[in-house]
C-alpha cells in the first residue's frame, strides 16, 4: 500500500513489567516486510517494581506515569504525525488516565495526531487476580496496584471520559478526539479474564492467548499481532476525522443513496445495535451532596464509625427515623468513609431498584449470558448475593430511601424471611445499610439491627443555619431558637437557611418580612398549632411532616411573588414525578409546558427563572452526574422524599390532577418521541425516565388521584406500554411484569375493559414477558387471546394485530411439537409476512423479523433450501440499508443461515458465514449470542475432514468458558458438554 506519513507505535507495558515484554512484537513487526518501512516501534517504559526496598524513593502512581507518557510523546514523539498506543495490562489504564487528563485540562486537540488505541488483557473493571494476591499481602501498598481495585473512583473517571469522549467523539475540540479503540481478552486468562478486558468498550474481541502470552505472539499469523496489524494499516489510511467517525445516518441523507424502503416513502425502522447498558460502570454514591454542609451530630458521628468498626454482632444495619432526618445524609458519610477505607460501595436508590441491581450483578463480575438468564428467569436476587458472597473485598451495600420494605422482599414473602434483595451478608467482609422511615424491628428480622436516627440537638442545628446562610441570619441565641422551633430536622433547617439566604442575597429581589432567624421562626410560628420543641426527640411522624410543610409553604409563598409565581407551580408538577434524579432539560424543553394551562406563555428563559428561584429557595438540588454522553441527561435535579410526598398531598394538585398529571404524562412522552425503547442507543434516556414514567403511569391509573380527563388516563396507558417495551428490552421481565400486570387487572376502576385496544397493547406486552422469560404456554395462551379480539376489532392485518401473530408464532414455534404442528405455524408467519410487506413494506425491520422467525421455522420442518434463501434475502436487504453487521438480529440471521448451509452440507460456506459473524460481534464475548455463535462455529467445523481436532479444541474452550461463567445446567453448556463427553468417547486419543 502506498504510505504518505510514517506511523509510530508506541508499546505500553503494564504492572510490575518492562519494555521487554515486547520483545516478540518489536522483532515480528521490524521485519515485516509490509510494515517495516514505515513504521517506527517505540517501547515506552516507566518504573514498576512490586516493592520499593529505598526509603528515599517512592513508586509513581498512574497519574505519575501518565504524565510521563505525555512527556514522552511530546519530547521523543514531537514530530511524529500519526501515533499508534498498544498496551498491556495496567498499561491500558494509563493511557486512559493520560486521554482523560488532556481532554480535561482542554488539551484536546493535541490527541489529534493518536490514529488508534489498542489494549491488551487491561483490568478494565478490575482484576481478580490482584484482590486475591491482597488476601495474602495485606499490608502491601502499592499505589499502581491499589488502582487495580475494581471501579477504583480515579480509573472510572477516566474510563467515563475516554467513552464519552474519545470512543463516542464525532469532532476534533478541545474537549473531545475521537480515536478508534479496541479491547482485547485473552481466552486462557485467569488473571483479567475477558469479560474484564473487554469491560465498557464496544469493540475488540477476545484472542487464544493468557494473560502474558497475548503480547508474545509466535508468528504473525497470531491473533494479537494481526489486531496490532490492522490498526496499524487503519492508522495509516488517509481519512478525515469526520468521515472516519461520522454517526450512521438514521435517514436520508445526501451522504448516500436512500434505501429501497426509504425511496418507496416508507424508512425501515434503523435496527438495534449492541447495547452497553449493562457494562456500564455502577454509578458512584452522590458524593457531591457531601458538599452541601457539615457532617452534624456527635451521635451520628460516633453511629457512622461504629457501622464500618466491625464490632457490631449484626452486619445488616437500618437507619430509622422521620422523613427530613438525615437519614440518606448519614449513610452518605458512611459510604464516603467506607470507600475512602479501600471498601467497595454500592449506592442503590429505591425508584432505581431493578437496573442498579443488574449493573451490580455485571460490576461484580458476573458474565452477561449469567446476568441474561438470571433476570430472564427470575433467579437475579440469588445470582447477586451468591456474587456478594464471593467477593474478597470489603464491601458496603446500601438501599436508600426504603419507605415500603416489602420492594426488598421475595416475590411471596416478607423482607424479614431474609431471602430478597436484603439479606444477611454470607461473611464478615459485607455490610448493608439501609435508610428509612418504617422502625419496627418485626419488619426487618432479627438478623438486622435498627439504629433510630433522632433530630438534631438544638446547638448542632443552630450550627447547620450559620454555616449555610453564611452569618446573614443573626446570632447564636437566635439559631438555637429557629432550631428548636424546627424540631431540629435537617431537612426544615436547611429550607429554612436557604430562604433566609435568597431574600437576603439571592439572584431574585423580594418583598418579604422575613429577613433573619428570628423572623422566620416568628412567621413559622404563627402556621402551626403545636410548638415542635416540645415535642423533644419524641417529634412524631406527623407532626415531623407538618414541621416540613409549614416550612416549605413560607418558601412557596415568597416565590408566588413577582415573576416567581411559576415556580411554586413548576415545583408541584415535579413532585408528580418519582424521587429519582430528574433530568430537568430533557423534560422541560419543547412546547409541552406552554402547552399546558398550568404555564400559559411559557418561554425557555421564563422555565429557566422558575428553576433558578426553585434552586435558590433550596426546594430542588440541581447537579452534573457524570459518564452520560447526552449532555441533557448528565443534569438533574431532585426532590426530598419528604418535600415530594407533602407537594403531592397539596390542595391544588388533587383539585386540578388532570392538569398536573396530565403535564407529567405528557413531558415524558414528549421527551421520549422517536426514541424507541427497544432501540440501546436509546436506552440511557429511557434509564432516566423510566421511574418518573412508572411513578406517573401508576398515580394516573391505579392512585388515590385518577384524573377524571380520559385522555390524560390514554396518554398514561400509552407510557405505560412503552416503558413496559423497554424493560423488556432490558431484560427486566420481573419489574415489567409487576409493572404492567396490576393495570391489566385493574383496569375496569379507571375505566377500560380488558378488550379495548389501550388495555390490549398491555396484554401484548404481557405475553411478550412469557415468551422472552421461556414460559411458553402461558405466552401461546395470552397472545391467542389478544390475537382473537385484535382481529375482531383492528382487522387481520393490522399493524398491532399482525405483531401479535408473530409472537403467537414464535411462542408456538419455540415448544416441541409434531410436523402438523409446525406447518401451520409456517402457513401462519407466510401469511403475516405478505400482510407486512403490503402495511410497513418488504424492508421494514419488523417485516425482517417475521421472515428470520419463518426461516428457522423451515429449518425446524427440514426445508433448508428455502430457510437458506429466506437469510440471503434479510442480509441483502441489510446491507441495502447500511445496518451494522453486529447488530443482534442481523448475528441471528447469520446463525440461522449457518445451520441452514450446514443441513445441506455445505460446510466451506458455512464455515465462511459463521466467522465473519463471530468476527463482526460487538457483543461482550461472554455474552449469550456470542457464546451460540462459537458453539454454531464448532458445529461446522466437526463434519469437515481434517478439521475435527480444531473443532474439538475449540468445543472443548467452549466449554471451560461456560464452565467458568454459567451454571452445569445451563441448556448451552449441557448441549456443549454431552457433545464433547460423546467425542472423548469415540476419539480416546
Avoid at 454509578?283 to 451530630?297: A, H, I, M, N, T
Avoid at 433476570?375 to 456474587?387: F, P
Avoid at 412522552?669 to 434509564?687: G, I, K, Q, V, Y
Amino acid at each position: 500500500m502506498a504510505v504518505r506519513t510514517r506511523v509510530h507505535l508506541v508499546l505500553v507495558h503494564g504492572l510490575f513489567s518492562s519494555a521487554k515484554v515486547w520483545k516478540a512484537f518489536h522483532s515480528l513487526i521490524t521485519t515485516d516486510p509490509e510494515l517495516s518501512d514505515w513504521v517506527s516501534v517505540h517501547r515506552f517504559e516507566y518504573d514498576s517494581p512490586m516493592v520499593r526496598l529505598r526509603p528515599d524513593r517512592r513508586v509513581a502512581e498512574t497519574d505519575d506515569v501518565a504524565d510521563q507518557l505525555g512527556t514522552y510523546l511530546e519530547t521523543r514523539l514531537a514530530d511524529a504525525e500519526r501515533i499508534v498506543l498498544v498496551t498491556h495490562s495496567q498499561g491500558g489504564l494509563v493511557v486512559q488516565r493520560f486521554l482523560a487528563r488532556k481532554l480535561w485540562n482542554g488539551e484536546g486537540a493535541e490527541l489529534a495526531r493518536i490514529k488508534h488505541f489498542t489494549m491488551f488483557a487491561c483490568p478494565n473493571t478490575g482484576s481478580g487476580f490482584f484482590l486475591t494476591v491482597r488476601k495474602f499481602l495485606k499490608l502491601w501498598r502499592n499505589p499502581q496496584e491499589q488502582q487495580l481495585r475494581p471501579f477504583d473512583r480515579a480509573v472510572t473517571e477516566a474510563q467515563r471520559t475516554v467513552l464519552s469522549a474519545v470512543v463516542h467523539a464525532r469532532t476534533h475540540t478541545d474537549q473531545e478526539c475521537p480515536i478508534p479503540v479496541r479491547a482485547y481478552g485473552g481466552s486462557a486468562d485467569d488473571i483479567v479474564p475477558p469479560v474484564v478486558a473487554r469491560g465498557v468498550f464496544p469493540k475488540g474481541g477476545v484472542v487464544t492467548a493468557d494473560h502474558f502470552s497475548i503480547v508474545q505472539p509466535a508468528d504473525r499469523t497470531a491473533d494479537s499481532y494481526m489486531a496490532v496489524r490492522g490498526a496499524l494499516l487503519e492508522a495509516a489510511r488517509d481519512r478525515r476525522p469526520e468521515e472516519e467517525f461520522a454517526p450512521l445516518p438514521l435517514g436520508a441523507s445526501s451522504a448516500r443513496p436512500l434505501s429501497p424502503a426509504e425511496a418507496s416513502g416508507r424508512p425501515s425502522l434503523p435496527p438495534p445495535a449492541a447495547g452497553e447498558m449493562d457494562l456500564a460502570p455502577f454509578p458512584p454514591p452522590p458524593y457531591g451532596q457531601l458538599e452541601d454542609g457539615q457532617f452534624k451530630g456527635r451521635d451520628r458521628h460516633s453511629l457512622a464509625s461504629s457501622l464500618l468498626s466491625g464490632q457490631s454482632p449484626q452486619q445488616v444495619h437500618v437507619l430509622a427515623g422521620l422523613g427530613g432526618s438525615g437519614k440518606s445524609r448519614l449513610a452518605l458519610e458512611v459510604a464516603d468513609r467506607a470507600q475512602r477505607a479501600g471498601h467497595r460501595v454500592w449506592w442503590v436508590s429505591m425508584p432505581e431498584l431493578n437496573l442498579r441491581m443488574r449493573m451490580m450483578a455485571h460490576d461484580l463480575g458476573a458474565p452477561s449470558i449469567v446476568v441474561e438468564r438470571a433476570w430472564r428467569l427470575g433467579n437475579s436476587m440469588d445470582l447477586v448475593w451468591k456474587l456478594l458472597g464471593d467477593c474478597p473485598d470489603p464491601w458496603l451495600l446500601i438501599f436508600d430511601n426504603v419507605d415500603d420494605p416489602a420492594r426488598l422482599g421475595p416475590q411471596d414473602g416478607l423482607v424479614s424471611d431474609g431471602t430478597g434483595w436484603l439479606r444477611k451478608p454470607p461473611n464478615a467482609r459485607g455490610t448493608v445499610l439501609v435508610t428509612s422511615r418504617v422502625r419496627r424491628q418485626q419488619t426487618w428480622g432479627d438478623w438486622s439491627t435498627v439504629h433510630q436516627v433522632l433530630p438534631l440537638h438544638e446547638d448542632d442545628g443552630a450550627s447547620l443555619l450559620l454555616e449555610r446562610t453564611g452569618g446573614l441570619g443573626g446570632t447564636n441565641e437566635d439559631a438555637r431558637r429557629l432550631s428548636r422551633e424546627l424540631g431540629g430536622l435537617p431537612l426544615a433547617l436547611r429550607h429554612a437557611a436557604d430562604v433566609i439566604k435568597a431574600v437576603n442575597g439571592g439572584h431574585v429581589s423580594l418583598d418579604s418580612d422575613i429577613r433573619d432567624f428570628d423572623t422566620f421562626r416568628r412567621t413559622f410560628a404563627a402556621r402551626v398549632e403545636t410548638s415542635a420543641h416540645q415535642a423533644g426527640p419524641d417529634l412524631s411522624e406527623l407532626l415531623g411532616r407538618e414541621i416540613v410543610e409549614k416550612v416549605c409553604g413560607i418558601a412557596l409563598d415568597l416565590l408566588r411573588r413577582r415573576e416567581l409565581a411559576r415556580s411554586a407551580t413548576l415545583l408541584k408538577v415535579l413532585a408528580c414525578l418519582s424521587i429519582a434524579p430528574i433530568p430537568y432539560r430533557c423534560l422541560l424543553g419543547g412546547s409541552t409546558l406552554g402547552d399546558s394551562p398550568l404555564f400559559p406563555g411559557a418561554t425557555p428563559e421564563r422555565n429557566r427563572i422558575a428553576l433558578t428561584g426553585l434552586e435558590d429557595f433550596g426546594l430542588v438540588d440541581a447537579y452534573h452526574r457524570e459518564g452520560f454522553a447526552e449532555h441533557d441527561l448528565a443534569h438533574v435535579l431532585t426532590l426530598h422524599p419528604v418535600v415530594h410526598g407533602v407537594l403531592r398531598e397539596d390542595e391544588e394538585v388533587r383539585d386540578r390532577s388532570a392538569d398536573y398529571y396530565g403535564l407529567a404524562v405528557r413531558m415524558v412522552l414528549s421527551a421520549t418521541h422517536h426514541r424507541n425503547p427497544d432501540h440501546p442507543t436509546n436506552w440511557p434516556l429511557w434509564s432516566a425516565l423510566a421511574p418518573h414514567a412508572m411513578e406517573v403511569v401508576r398515580a394516573c391509573l391505579i392512585g388515590e388521584l385518577k384524573p377524571s380527563d380520559r385522555t390524560v388516563r390514554t396518554a398514561a396507558l400509552e407510557l405505560a406500554r412503552l416503558t413496559s417495551r423497554y424493560l423488556i428490552a432490558m431484560g427486566l421481565l420481573t419489574p415489567a411484569y409487576d409493572f404492567v400486570h396490576p393495570l391489566i387487572e385493574g383496569c375496569a376502576s379507571f375505566g377500560f375493559d380488558r378488550d379495548d385496544r389501550e388495555i390490549l397493547a398491555l396484554r401484548h406486552e404481557q405475553g411478550r414477558m412469557h415468551l422472552e422469560g421461556e414460559r411458553l404456554t402461558l405466552a401461546e395462551e395470552e397472545l391467542r387471546l389478544v390475537v382473537e379480539v385484535r382481529t375482531r376489532i383492528l382487522g387481520e392485518n393490522d399493524a398491532d394485530t399482525l405483531a401479535s401473530r408473530h409472537k403467537l408464532a414464535r411462542a408456538i414455534n419455540e415448544q416441541e411439537g409434531d410436523r402438523k404442528k409446525n406447518e401451520q405455524v409456517e402457513q401462519m408467519l407466510r401469511s403475516i409476512v405478505e400482510a407486512e410487506e403490503n402495511v410497513r413494506g418488504p424492508e421494514y425491520y419488523d417485516t425482517l423479523v417475521v421472515r428470520h422467525t419463518l426461516a428457522r421455522a423451515l429449518i425446524t420442518l427440514d426445508r433448508y433450501a428455502e430457510a437458506e434463501e429466506e437469510a440471503r434475502q434479510i442480509l441483502d436487504i441489510s446491507r441495502r440499508n447500511h445496518w451494522p453487521p453486529s447488530t443482534p438480529e442481523i448475528l441471528r440471521v447469520r446463525e440461522t443461515m449457518t445451520h441452514a448451509l450446514l443441513y445441506q452440507n455445505r460446510h466451506r460456506e458455512a464455515e465462511h458465514i459463521i466467522q465473519e459473524a463471530l468476527h463482526d460481534a460487538s457483543q461482550p464475548p461472554d455474552s449469550n449470542l456470542v457464546m451460540r455463535l462459537r458453539w454454531t462455529h464448532v458445529l461446522v467445523l466437526l463434519p469437515i475432514v481434517g478439521r475435527t481436532t480444531e473443532a474439538v479444541n475449540k468445543l472443548r474452550a467452549l466449554v471451560r468458558d461456560l464452565d467458568r461463567v454459567v451454571a452445569s445446567e445451563h441448556p448451552l453448556s449441557v448441549q456443549a458438554r454431552a457433545v464433547l463427553e460423546k467425542l472423548d468417547r469415540e476419539m480416546p486419543n
